[in-house]
């Protein structure tokens, strides 16, 4: 198959390289459109009020590489309608895997992992967002070592990422053209060859509270909670698959909104 990879943690993430490999490792075509810098928790924002530059890179990829100055939906738009040729335009657009989970209404909204795999979507085309689970402690060490995993965490990534390539072609396969359905997949911390896929629904998690009161100079800043679950037990949810150590598979209808 031919896909578009893209991302919301830059084109330098570590986690879109791991899938790139996997991905190439099955024998898929790929384009990739990144993001030049991390935008996480910018949604489906698209860059209305300024230019987007877009230029092209070799990023040992192995494939045709752009980095896009914008957000995840700027890069899939403009990649399919600018910059990937006839040629090679995508059978489906993959999104990820996001440094952190993506899973349940309260963050899958705000997700420029979800929202680049959605403009997959918008342009007619299935869809997949990936994400992996991680530990706050995990999560800080990262950021503390430039974005570089350590060996548990590079097996579990890259287990994921080939979970992820296995699971692409028939997802898209099971996914009509036009049809506005993203597959959002998140994988589990620690994540092995057999961990179980799950179906699942996305979990009702409110999250009040994401900004801090204001500091000396006035402004407020983001910190990071996980939420409160307030979905019923019985109910399959993907925080649920996730805590119980499963891959979490979401099938995001977006006809269904007004349902």
């Known amino acids: ?32 459109a990144a993001p030049r810098t991390e935008q996480s928790w910018v949604g489906a924002a698209k860059s209305r009020l300024r230019p987007v530059e877009s ?7 192995g494939c045709p590489t752009w980095i896009i100055d914008g957000t995840p939906s700027d890069c899939v738009n403009i990649a399919i309608e600018h910059l990937v040729p006839e040629t090679l335009q995508p059978d489906a657009v993959i999104s990820g895997i996001n440094v952190g989970l993506n899973a349940s209404l309260g963050f899958i909204l705000a997700s420029g992992t979800v929202a680049g795999a959605f403009e997959g979507a918008l342009h007619g085309l299935p869809a997949i967002a990936a994400s992996q689970d991680l530990t706050t402690q995990i999560y800080d060490e990262l950021k503390l070592n430039g974005g570089r995993p350590d060996a548990a965490m590079t097996a579990t990534l890259e287990c994921s990422a080939r979970h992820a390539a296995a699971l692409a072609p028939g ?41 801090g ?12 909670r ?34």
Not at 3 to 27: P, Q, Y
Not at 55 to 61: I, P, V
Request: charged residues 20%; proline residues 8%; contains cysteine.
């Open 1 to 32: 198959m031919r896909f578009l990879v893209t991302n919301d943690d830059g084109i330098d993430s570590v986690f879109l390289h791991c899938l790139i490999r996997a991905l190439t490792a099955e024998g898929h075509a790929l384009v990739v």
């Open 55 to 61: 230029r092209s890179a070799d990023k040992g990829f």
């Open 171 to 211: 997802l898209v396969n099971g996914t009509a053209p036009g049809s506005f359905v993203v597959h959002n997949l998140n994988f589990p911390y620690p994540c092995r060859p057999d961990t179980p896929v799950r179906r699942t629904v996305p979990a009702r998690v409110v999250v009040p509270r994401l900004f």
């Open 213 to 224: 009161p204001a500091g000396h100079d006035g402004a407020h800043r983001m910190i990071f």
């Open 226 to 259: 996980a939420g409160e679950d307030l979905s019923p037990p019985d109910l399959e949810t993907d925080r649920s698959a996730l805590a119980a150590g499963q891959i979490s598979l979401t099938r995001l209808d977006y006809t269904r909104l007004g349902t």
